[in-house]
């Protein structure tokens, strides 16, 4: 299937393309797996909407989009579920398969990052991927009432929110409402670390601890606890589009 189907046709997918290869290069495109089991053509193995299959279960979640994330980052989007039947099963109801937690930035769209489509993936999106009564209740909405049985806390480079945080830890003045961001994402900051290096650490530190707290939800334990359900951290690199697992 081919990545210049839909909007990645004709001159503004060649623009698109051309700026996604700018920010870091064939060899980077070309580098690497992503973390995780890889299935060349996904993991969908129950029925969806539109008659076609919807991943079963943590591990082929998982893998479903991992292989989505490999065909985003090498311009071979399938662009699934968008067609008129999957439009018209979706009025009668909706069976995502993830719950994606991911921060508000316009360069990390979930859905075009795991190339999936309508229906497929309950999005939450707050700055820096913070967690309040909103975002706690949104994401128990997906596997409580929707059984959705994958939980990804999806981080970044380059996060703006973080960012801000660690200027702030420094002294910084910020708005209100972005000091309570701020104040949320501070203990995951890396005192020892200077510069890019303790944004960038804050990051990756921010996504175990917002995953560790979503795991110690007793409503979310319980179906860890029996194999229902799992909540992965994991990094958008945006040089490379890579989605990788944060241990």
């Given at each position: ?12 997918g060649?623009r698109?393309?051309?700026?996604r290869a ?8 070309a580098?690497?797996l ?21 991943p ?12 989505g ?34 921060c ?7 859905e ?28 128990a909405y ?17 996060c ?13 003045e ?39 707290r ?6 979310l ?10 909540v ?5 690199e ?7 697992k944060?241990?």
């Amino acid at each position: 299937m081919s990545g210049d189907r839909d909007c990645g046709s004709g001159v503004f997918g060649g623009r698109r393309r051309l700026a996604r290869a700018g920010l870091g290069g064939v060899a980077a495109l070309a580098a690497g797996l992503v973390c995780g089991p890889l299935a060349a053509s996904g993991a969908r193995t129950e029925p969806a909407a539109g008659g076609g299959l919807r991943p079963s279960g943590p591990v082929r979640a998982w893998r479903e989009l991992a292989a989505g994330n490999a065909r985003w980052r090498t311009f071979h989007e399938s662009h699934p579920d968008r067609a008129r039947a999957v439009r018209r099963a979706l009025v009668g109801g909706q069976h995502p398969f993830a719950v994606v937690l991911g921060c508000v930035d316009s360069r990390v769209p979930p859905e075009l990052v795991f190339d999936q489509g309508l229906g497929d993936l309950l999005t939450v999106r707050s700055a820096g991927e913070v967690l309040d009564e909103a975002v706690l209740g949104s994401i128990a909405y997906g596997v409580l009432e929707l059984a959705v049985p994958l939980i990804v806390v999806l981080g970044h480079q380059g996060c703006g929110a973080v960012t801000a945080a660690v200027h702030a830890d420094d002294g910084a003045e910020l708005p209100a409402h972005i000091r309570f961001l701020a104040d949320r994402i501070r203990p995951a900051i890396d005192h020892r670390l200077q510069g890019e290096a303790r944004v960038d650490a804050a990051v990756t530190e921010h996504v175990r601890r917002v995953r560790a707290r979503l795991a110690a939800e007793p409503d979310l334990a319980a179906r860890i606890a029996d194999g229902r359900l799992a909540v992965v951290g994991a990094r958008y690199e945006l040089t490379s589009q890579r989605v990788h697992k944060v241990s």
